[in-house]
């Protein structure tokens, strides 16, 4: 096949004006190796070149483009440093220039009482309208090439070494100028681009580095995002098209006799009609023949446990066996131990394992699970260690998934040899459709969109340390009612030490205010030995102590219903979603329950608006988005790994839009030429090579 993208893969280095130094600058400021990579440095702004400014109107600050003469140039002795100044004038009245280095070189070049085009950022200082280090030309080579001049994000780095930002754009010109529809061909099928209206490949990187008008960047821009999005989203689909097809998934046909004694005689609610669905998609994915790869998105509190349960069930009817894995010890023994508790009676034989099952108990379950006997694994990470052998497994239900990353995923996948097992992705961490759409592309997703009934929802209120006695006086009234009560510090590993300080301090503040024998106060963070943990965890649970004093180690899915309160202290340095989790550990039960969000005074803006948006809506779904707006999509929980967020010009919260066009458009041509082997997309499927090649340890499973 022929490779007309090739002046695209040329190395920086050979272009014209670069160099080898150069071109060693570019890549350890910007990555930059080819000149594909040069020309997907986008701009993020223009400077608009159309017009000429008057030196009279012009303001502090301002770039500016003039017209005038240099009236002269002297050279001036300063405290530290000599510089160079001129007198700049146009129609409108005088301007200083200054230079601070190349004074000899600058008076040799400059011409006095010439005509001259110049540009540069305006200064005013005491009255003393100034520009330091001028671009000049002199106004009759001067030919304007665009309307509209790039601006790249730079370095001071390159600005000091000779590729300022004009040296920038004339690189970048000197490659449009050598680009054609030959070398630089269509990369979109025909026919959308005439029903998008589209402008073709090439017009569209001539037209986002040198437009000529505001249309010409908006109608590039499109083009660019669009073609982006849609081969991320041919990727995505193709892969996923090719393991449906290609893998064949163990095929559990029967419901039996130990999910229908669960559902008919254990459970002690009704399913949500939310609950229902899901488990039919589920039920009804794992009987198809082809494995299952599925998100559970629910909220938390939304009540996925039972669903992964049932569904272990049904693969448990079916001959086979079954682990979770949970991103904590706690929360591991939490679920083995509410597991163990639903199964009694069913004769499914459920086992632990973490980090810290050692020794000959250890060896027993190894040799257990290798034989098929235990049923259900619950367990950590542990479970992905490689003597950990099954001897059928069916189904993996990972919860909590932003903890897991993918090469996890593709561990969980190698646990059966012969043929993959089914995977149940659970999460609490609510995405917005066109993320999960993209970041777990592979994935199909499900959603339990409604609580079970009777939930209040919670209450949730900021207060700073002057309310601290007030606070202290409600947790006395709810405590009286039988209430428990959850205090939580932020632990991150850089200021780790003095975050465990601040528990300790507030742990034996709380000693003063709660004191014993009255009241009992657990304490739960991450640097304790697991057992320690638990015991402690297990004084809670039991009731026998009122108040938990924590760090995030309780963020994820603890499930203590008789806790009503959730005091989160410095809530200012927890993100959205953190904030979201710790608030779902509570409302769990009949009684209304309370989140109070502590916080210094003098809050940073974002700071702010996270913990009002807390304190308006309880909705996950709400959260997120306000969280990627605030953040940014590249720093949602669980996807990173997924290599989505190295867009070079679109912006998945931003252009769900486009996206969704990309994606439809994506769909119809695979359905019409699955393998792109049609040789009216020879050029797509070129590109969409290029790409995969780009991206390669993006999705390792596939
Ligand atoms: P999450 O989705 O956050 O993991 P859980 O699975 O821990 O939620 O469920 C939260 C609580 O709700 C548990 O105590 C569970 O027993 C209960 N629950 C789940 N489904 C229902 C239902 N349909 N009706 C009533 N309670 C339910
Ligand atoms: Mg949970």
Known sequence: MSRPDRILSRKIEFVKGVGESRAKLLFSELGVRTVEDLLQIFPFRYDDRSVYHLIKDVQDGDYVQLKGEVLSLEKVKGKYK??????????????????????????????????????????????????????????????????????????????????????????VLNILQQLSEKVLPETLPVDVVTQLKLCSRLQSYQWIHFPETNDAIASATNRLKFEELYFLQLKILQQKRIRESK???????????????????????????????????????????????????????????????????????????????????????????????????????????????????????????????????????AILEDPVRFDRLGLAVTDEQHRFGVVQRSKLWMKNKDIPPHILVMTATPIPRTLAMTAYGDLDVSVIDEL??????????????????????????EIAKGRQVYVV????????????????????????????????ISVVHGRMKPQDKDHEMQRFVSGTTQIMVATTVIEVGVNVPNASIMIIENAER?????????????????????????????????????IKTMCETNDGFKIAEVDMKLRGPGDIEGTQQSGVMDL?????????????????????????????????????????NHIKAQHQNWGRIS
């Open 82 to 171: 000599n510089r160079l100044r001129g007198t700049f004038k146009d129609g409108s009245g005088f301007l200083e220039l200054t230079w601070f280095q190349g004074a000899k070189w600058i008076v040799d070049q400059i011409k006095l009482n010439t005509e001259y085009v110049l540009y540069g950022k305006v200064k005013i200082y005491k009255g003393v309208k100034s520009i330091a280090h001028p671009e000049l030309e002199l106004a009759s080579d001067h030919q304007s090439k665009s309307s509209y001049l790039p601006v790249y994000a730079s370095t001071e780095k390159l600005n000091s070494r000779g590729l300022n930002m004009k040296a920038r754009r004339n690189i």
């Open 247 to 381: 893998l064949i998934g163990i095929n559990f046909d029967t419901i039996g006799r130990h999910f229908n004694k669960f559902y008919y005689e254990k459970l002690e609610f009704e399913l949500t009609d939310a609950q229902k669905r899901v488990i039919k998609e589920i039920r009804a994915d794992m009987g198809r023949g082809i494995q299952m790869n599925r998100l559970l998105q629910g909220d938390v509190g939304s009540g996925k446990t039972i669903v992964a349960l049932m569904s272990m069930l049904i693969a448990i009817d079916n001959g086979y066996q079954t682990c979770m894995l949970a991103p904590t010890e706690i929360l591991a023994q939490q679920h083995y131990q509410s597991i163990s508790e639903s199964v009694q009676g069913l004769g499914v034989q459920v086992a632990f394992l973490s980090g810290s099952v050692k020794g000959k108990t250890r060896k027993e379950l190894l040799h257990y699970l290798k034989d098929g006997h235990i049923d259900i694994l619950v367990g950590t990470h």
């Open 452 to 477: 079970p009934p009777g939930r209040k929802p919670v209450k949730t209120v900021h207060r700073t340390d002057g309310h601290r006695s007030f606070v202290v006086k409600f947790m006395k009234e």
């Open 489 to 520: 510090y932020p632990l991150i590993e850089e200021s780790a030490k003095l975050d465990l300080q601040n528990l300790q301090v507030g742990y034996e503040l709380l000693l003063n205010d709660f004191p014993k024998p009255d009241y009992q």
């Open 574 to 610: 927890f993100g959205l979603s953190q904030l979201h989790q710790l608030r779902g550990r509570v409302g769990r039960g009949a009684d209304q329950s309370f989140c109070i969000l502590m916080t210094k005074t003098g809050l940073s803006e974002y700071a702010r608006k996270r």
């Open 648 to 688: 070079k010009i679109a912006n998945i919260t931003g252009d769900t839009r486009i996206m969704e066009a990309a994606r439809y458009f994506a769909l119809q041509l695979l359905d019409k030429d699955p393998e792109l082997s049609d040789s009216n997309h020879a050029n797509t499927a070129v590109h969409l």
